[in-house]
């Protein structure tokens, strides 16, 4: 199960109600290579997680002013015109702070860079993410150097290939543990309490949208996280209140995952029609494997699952295919093009088979793991986190 996402990268805002002593907080920007002729001041709810629009402003010669009232420190994006994402973020913990912002040369739709002066804060969050990002492109580059060399050897045979894969996977695990540390460390001792769950946010989105092995924070991380601000920053009215909403949607999670339920059993005919069950595969690690030959993203993701096969069939891990496919000569196809040497089942019927239902899913590629005693310990494994996780189990 994915751990909490609950904050969009650069678009967090932490808003409560305390009293009727509003702050005014200022915001006068400078913007180059642009032609945009308007700016606009957005708050995002923690509560709905919705875009709100506080001010907007005329751009005149490069430069404009945007005002807003605030109980609390929050978290502010500027966006220009109607371009798709914020050009900068800025935390009002001083009453005006000045932001100088450059748009992409080349590609005048992006930032290239901003500078915020005036609010330690801002500054605080802008030196994060520069950080953050740096250790994340390292991370991402390890992990297509090791998928790169696997896509190769398998398609030609590389002398030694396989520890060096290996030893690409240990680092990209290493680098993603180091990279949740320095989050951690950051969060812990940041001195504003909406740069607090800013980090937590953005590190939260980063790895709930990856899959390079970059581990989520558990939901009794994240609850105790908050708790530490919450102490922290008693009279911020915003954090207080998160973590009863995170308690409830950690335990409306909890009610929709699969993970330490019981695997439903099914029986599904194979491609040569004999019919096979679920509950036969007891006594071994299976992965149940829900796709489709016309699914893309499954295709692209087969040759993952096909190195995993191969490396762990003599441990005891099987793999039991379920397609969604409604033409039989399509499936048979795609199962000897991908090489997927392990039972496969269909009933033909696409989204109308019974197994869908049955697991609760709405997009593949979807899978479950199931331990020997039929329970799944596991769901929606791809790329980097089945790896791990098998190893994990098979070390």
Known sequence: ??????????VVILAGCKDDHKKLFTVNGNVVNTQAKKAYLEEVPVASMQPVIVD????????????TEALEDAIYNIRLDELDFPVASVINDVPEVDLSITMGSKNPQLPEKFDVKNSPASEAMKTFMLAFNEKMIRLVNTAHKADSLRAANNLKAIKGADSSITALRQTAKQEGTALKEFTVGEIKKAVNPALSMFELGYYQSTANGQGLGLDPLDNKQVIALIDEVTKKFPNHVAVAGLKLNLQQEIQAAEDRTWIGKQ?????????SGK???????KGQYVLVDFWASWCRPCRAENPNIVAAF?????????????SLDDDATSWKNAIQNDKLAWTQVSDLKKWESPVVPMYKFGGIPFNVLIDPQGKIIAEGLRGIDLENKLAAIFP
């Not at 019919?275 to 595969?281: Q, R």
């Open 263 to 271: 695997a439903p059993d099914f029986t599904l005919p194979d491609v």
């Open 275 to 281: 019919p096979v069950s679920l509950n036969s595969f």
């Open 1 to 10: 199960m994915k751990q909490l996402l609950w904050m969009a990268i650069g």
């Open 56 to 67: 907007s402003a005329d751009i005149g010669n490069g430069t404009f002013t945007l005002k």
């Open 310 to 322: 191969n490396k762990y069939k003599s441990k005891g891990f099987a793999i039991l295919g379920v």
